[in-house]
């Protein structure tokens, strides 16, 4: 029986309690899929948003904790941090990934919602997001949101599945994501649909190209791609206009 993506309206239900279901394992599969190069990207990520002591800023949709832990760490001895996600078992972990007590500075963690975010405009100078986008039931909605509360000149930084252009490789790629991805996942959890759910995820997400028109559509500038893995991840990095 072909598998069929949840509607808009069951969208945001059906993701949170997944990822509530397969969040002990998510770490371990994320460096199974990966072949541990997502976290090679997400130090990427953390350097080019240009994270640095005294900043204010927020991993959205932050998971286990893992880009927010590299965040803290590049914050040094000030600044503040928040890691929001909107699944309670994720943030369980990391609550416990961030509670170090050798780090300089503690991320305030909290549960919420990537479409709601509660800051307060012009709030933040930074916001991070790993493979979160192509989660939220109205992509271009979020993307305003974001803008709502980043400072003039404050940066989004989004790393999430691209789609490989080269016609030669790009079979290979669609095999891996479609048949190795979920087999992987089923290894790990048997019977767990969210690993089924998220290499569908990637057929209704936009093309690097797309997502970078949609990012200056919402009101962003300087909207730059990285790709890795022939386009298979991808990093967006996009500014809000004003500031210095």
């Not at 509607?7 to 199974?32: G, P, Q, S």
């Not at 699944?87 to 416990?96: D, F, K, N, T, Y």
């Not at 989660?135 to 909605?141: C, W």
């Not at 200056?216 to 990285?226: H, P």
């Amino acid at each position: 029986m072909s598998y069929r993506l949840p509607h808009t309206e069951e969208k945001a239900t059906y993701v949170r309690d997944r990822f509530d279901e397969i969040a002990r394992h998510y770490d371990l599969f994320n460096d199974l899929i990966t072949q541990g190069q997502h976290r090679y990207w997400k130090r990427i990520l953390i350097k080019k948003l240009g994270v640095a002591p005294g900043d204010c800023g927020a991993d959205v949709c932050c998971g286990t904790g893992d880009i927010a832990q590299r965040a803290r760490n590049a914050m040094g001895e000030s600044g503040k941090l928040y890691a929001l996600d909107f699944s309670g078992r994720m943030l369980e972990i990391a609550r416990s990934r961030l509670s170090s007590q050798d780090a300089l500075i503690h991320p305030i963690v909290m549960q919420g919602d990537a479409m709601r975010l509660p800051f307060a405009d012009n709030s933040l100078r930074f916001i991070s997001m790993g493979y979160g986008l192509r989660n939220v039931t109205d992509l271009d909605a979020c993307l305003r949101e974001i803008l709502r509360v980043l400072v003039p000149g404050g940066i989004f930084g989004s790393l999430d599945v691209g789609k490989v252009s080269n016609p030669l490789i790009a079979p290979f790629s669609q095999f891996y994501m479609f048949r190795i991805v979920p087999w992987i996942g089923r290894m790990l959890q048997p019977g767990q649909e969210m690993y089924t759910y998220l290499p569908h995820s990637t057929k209704t997400f936009p093309s690097q190209q797309a997502l970078a028109e949609q990012m200056r559509q919402a009101g962003f500038e300087e909207v730059e791609v990285k790709n890795y893995i022939f386009g298979a991840s991808a990093i967006h990095l996009a500014r809000k206009p004003g500031g210095n």
